[in-house]
């Protein structure tokens, strides 16, 4: 069983920054690759970036590609997604998943988070 708590999420003007977090505990954190999905009102949860165990493979929605990074400190148990340039769009509730393989992280994960709140405003 994996725990995951999510941080960072806040109010934001377009054009702003944010970095969430994502912090693990249960079994080893480095076993699993990690992701982040995104759920806006009215909208079906969509996938927004992956992360292998390693850290050496990265994913990303085109959506978000070129503006967003995530990453991961395994010392720490934690995942990260530095979210810049920011749009109104962006705006969802933002959700850490863990999986057991990258594959099954980007479309199916084992573990997620309850979620933290983005809110861009123009």
């Known amino acids: 069983q994996v725990q995951l708590v999510e941080s960072g999420g806040g109010l934001v003007q377009a054009g702003g920054s944010l970095r969430l977090s994502c912090a693990a505990s249960g079994r080893t954190f480095s076993s699993y690759a990690m992701a982040w999905f995104r759920q806006a009102p009215g909208k079906e949860r969509e996938f927004v970036a992956a992360?292998?165990?390693?850290?050496?493979?990265?994913y990303y929605a085109d959506s978000v590609k070129g503006r967003f990074t995530i990453s991961r400190d395994n010392a720490k148990n934690t995942v990260y997604l530095q979210m810049n340039s920011l749009k109104p769009e962006d705006t969802a509730v933002y959700y850490c998943?863990?999986?057991?393989?990258?594959?099954?992280?980007?479309?199916?994960?084992?573990?997620w988070g309850q979620g933290t709140q983005v809110t861009v405003s123009s």
């Open positions: 998943a863990a999986a057991t393989t990258l594959y099954r992280s980007r479309r199916l994960p084992d573990y």
């Open positions: 992360i292998s165990w390693s850290g050496g493979n990265t």
